[in-house]
Antibody
Framework: QVQLQQWGAGLLKPSETLSLTCAVY????????WSWIRQPPGKGLEWIGE???????NYNPSLKSRVTISVDTSKNQFSLKLSSVTAADTAVYYC???????????????????????WGKGTTVTVSS | SSELTQDPAVSVALGQTVRITCQGD??????ASWYQQKPGQAPVLVIY???NRPSGIPDRFSGSSSGNTASLTITGAQAEDEADYYC????????????FGGGTKLTVL
């Protein structure tokens, strides 16, 4: 049973850098998209970005200039850094395992799938002076 | 703004059937995945792919898709199904980005 355990600083001052790490236990690290998602208080989920085992990343364009996601395959861990935080970055941050691929159906146009099947418990990050 | 559109709130009488929808251009190519989130908890995957349920998800949850619209159907809603539901997909840019719908608050009456 794959489990994700995440940790990091929960209280930051404006302009500081948010740093979170997520460790993967009980499963393979390769073949997946290791993702970060956040949820501001009382609001919906926001996809931050992802990385695969080889280090290829995709980022939400609205955060791209401030986000870095990295991976340490030797430790089965991946990390999120978000620079120059403001109060708007106050949220619960989740790590998750993403799976993406194509459904091969011979007689119809291809369809694709994408989902996140395993989630960390979340880390509350508050930005306040 | 989200590229996936959901109704903010839906209600259903106990034991009845409810459909939660999600619209977006990317859903013409991608099957939506659906997540249930209860207060103070992490989201839980309930439907993925064409209509697949992870282990432990009751069979009253099902998914479907038509054109640019994906649907999550709960047949015989239970009190414990009251939660927020989010759809998720890649976006329509072709840049392999993830996107969530705004979420639907389901109330079981």
């Amino acid at each position: 049973q794959v489990q994700l355990q995440q940790w990091g600083a929960g209280l930051l001052k404006p302009s500081e850098t948010l740093s979170l790490t997520c460790a993967v236990y009980g499963g393979s690290f390769s073949g997946y998209y290791w993702s970060w998602i956040r949820q501001p208080p009382g609001k919906g989920l926001e996809w931050i970005g992802e990385i695969n085992h080889s280090g290829s990343t995709n980022y939400n364009p609205s955060l791209k200039s401030r986000v870095t996601i990295s991976v340490d395959t030797s430790k089965n861990q991946f990390s999120l850094k978000l620079s120059s935080v403001t109060a708007a970055d106050t949220a619960v941050y989740y790590c998750a395992r993403g799976i993406s691929g194509v459904v091969v159906v011979a007689a119809t146009p291809k369809r694709y799938y994408y989902y996140m099947d395993v989630w960390g418990k979340g880390t509350t990050v508050t930005v306040s002076s | 703004s989200s590229e996936l559109t959901q109704d903010p709130a839906v209600s259903v009488a106990l034991g009845q059937t409810v459909r939660i929808t999600c619209q977006g251009d990317s859903l013409r190519s991608y099957y939506a995945s659906w997540y249930q989130q209860k207060p103070g908890q992490a989201p839980v995957l309930v439907i993925y792919g064409k209509n697949n349920r992870p282990s432990g998800i009751p069979d009253r949850f099902s998914g479907s898709s038509s054109g640019n619209t994906a649907s999550l159907t709960i047949t015989g809603a239970q009190a414990e199904d009251e939660a927020d539901y989010y759809c998720n997909s890649r976006d329509s840019s072709g840049n392999h980005l993830g996107v969530f719908g705004g979420g639907t608050k389901l109330t079981v009456l």
